[in-house]
């Protein structure tokens, strides 16, 4: 179903392209660069997850119709899609009409026993609507109770009474509903064991929900978004303006900005970058923070080089280091498993202390949680060789950063072609840009030394 649905999808991008180049000939030349990013993006993020957060105020938004198409459109090129409701400017006008003023401490919201119903109300009013949307398009979608919370409590004095904070999510269950083709919703509420409801932040949620579902992006839309040089400080390291507005951070860039900014920034921008920061700390790559009152901001934001908003990323290169002595140890137990499995070549403390140069680790919570080794070879040729991660850790895609570290480091050494040998990892490079080689593609030592009942795969990539 889900080919299906992206094989329709990219047909649809190019008969629109083509229909309209029958009278404009030139249109489809301009757009060239467009088309090549649109199905290289649409391939990359196939069978994906990203979770979307919409806040409230853009439900009443002339434009909330097209977000949701753009979310309908995403779907049904295959992404698998999770959103999240955001509902405060519902819950603050429902509680309005009851005479009930809202009250806040620290940008959360204090959630009074008797507003509890009228909050439950506003958050699957708001729900509701994305799933009304969401019909049109003919897409299902269902909202479920798929979070375990428990009270907030007292904090630094103040009593924030039903408000609670996540506790647990049942990813096996929203996994069930995207494996069916259905969109999950959440409502920004989650209960106990007890079955007492509590109002959380949906912000807080969809942080959950990236992490443990390992999603590969985060967006939050909001209905005004703007980090200006203006208005803010930036600090040059880990940041990225262009035309004045910021739009690129890393964890640590953002880290810094929220510390440089402290009164600057409103508590909703504030508590966007903070879950957003900590969403990236969980494993979470990148983080989108999108003004929903712009036309088609999420189809830019995924299917564009360029963007259109605030992303916040891993820096893919902050836990990778040459291998030291002290790591050998690490190491040799990383390797074990693919040792015994037949995977990795055999190697021996000596041997790792002698090419120790060659070898990377890649370093969380002070463990080494992956490593590999880039070996130079005569003629201008690298082995990418020894490449194993913690199975606690792979979520993360170790692997895959640690390998695009080596790519980066054959291009300093000035390297014109990398290659390795593997014996069930294929669909593992070729997914990173590898083609499949045979032994003209090994330097002369590397030939003679094949082993031939081993039978290894061989894998080559040009990197000049």
Request: glycine share 8%; proline share 3%.
């Amino acid at each position: 179903m889900e080919q299906n649905s992206h094989d329709s999808f990219m047909n649809g991008v190019m008969n629109g392209v083509i229909d309209e180049g029958e009278e404009n000939p030139d249109l489809v030349s301009g757009q060239v660069e467009l088309i090549r990013e649109v199905f290289k993006y649409a391939k990359r993020f196939s069978s994906k997850r990203f979770v979307i957060q919409i806040t409230s105020a853009l439900i009443e938004h002339p434009l909330f119709p097209s977000l949701i198409q753009d979310i309908a459109t995403l779907h049904q090129g295959g992404i698998r899609i999770i959103l999240v409701a955001g509902a405060g400017r519902r819950i603050d006008a429902v509680l309005r009409q009851f005479n009930m003023e809202p009250e806040f401490a620290g940008g959360l919201r204090i959630s009074r026993e008797p507003m509890l119903p009228l909050i439950k109300m506003a958050a699957f009013d708001t729900a509701n609507r994305m799933m009304s949307e969401l019909s049109s398009h003919q897409v299902s979608s269902v909202i479920g109770n798929w979070v375990r919370a428990r009270a907030l409590g007292v904090v630094n004095g103040t009593d924030f009474h039903m408000t609670g904070t996540v506790e647990r999510i049942s990813a096996a269950q929203i996994e069930r509903v995207l494996n069916d083709d259905i969109i999950p919703i959440l409502p920004c509420i989650g209960w106990n064991n007890l079955g007492q409801a509590y109002n959380i932040s949906s912000l807080e949620l969809a942080r959950h929900l990236a992490s443990n579902l390992r999603a590969e992006k985060l967006f939050y839309i909001t209905s005004a978004f703007r980090l200006s040089e203006r208005d803010f400080r930036f600090r040059e390291e880990g940041v990225v303006v262009n035309n004045g507005a910021l739009t690129r951070m890393t964890a640590a860039g953002a880290r810094n900005f929220l510390e440089d900014n402290t009164g600057r920034l409103d508590a909703v921008a504030g508590e966007i970058i903070v879950h957003a920061t900590e969403a990236v700390s969980s494993g979470v790559e990148r983080v989108h923070i999108l003004n929903g009152s712009s036309d088609g901001v999420l189809l830019k934001e995924t299917f564009s080089t360029k963007g259109s908003g605030v992303m916040i990323h891993a820096d893919p290169f902050d836990a990778i280091r040459p291998m030291e002595e002290a790591d050998v140890s690490q190491v040799l137990r990383l390797m074990t498993p693919g040792i015994e499995e037949g995977q990795l070549l055999p190697r021996g403390r000596q041997q790792l202390l002698e090419q120790r140069g060659d070898f990377v680790v890649y370093v969380t919570d002070g463990s080494v949680r992956g490593c590999g080794a880039l070996h130079e070879y005569p003629g201008k040729l690298g082995e990418i060789a020894a490449m194993a991660v913690d199975p606690g850790y792979n979520h993360l895609g170790i692997g895959q950063k640690i390998l695009r570290y080596l790519i980066q480091r054959s291009r300093e050494q000035s390297l014109k072609q990398i290659f390795a040998l593997t014996t069930r990892a294929s669909d593992w490079f070729m997914s990173l840009g590898f083609r499949k080689g045979d032994l003209s593609h090994l330097p002369e030592e590397k030939r003679l030394s094949y082993n031939k009942g081993r039978n290894s795969r061989i894998f080559y990539l040009p990197v000049e």
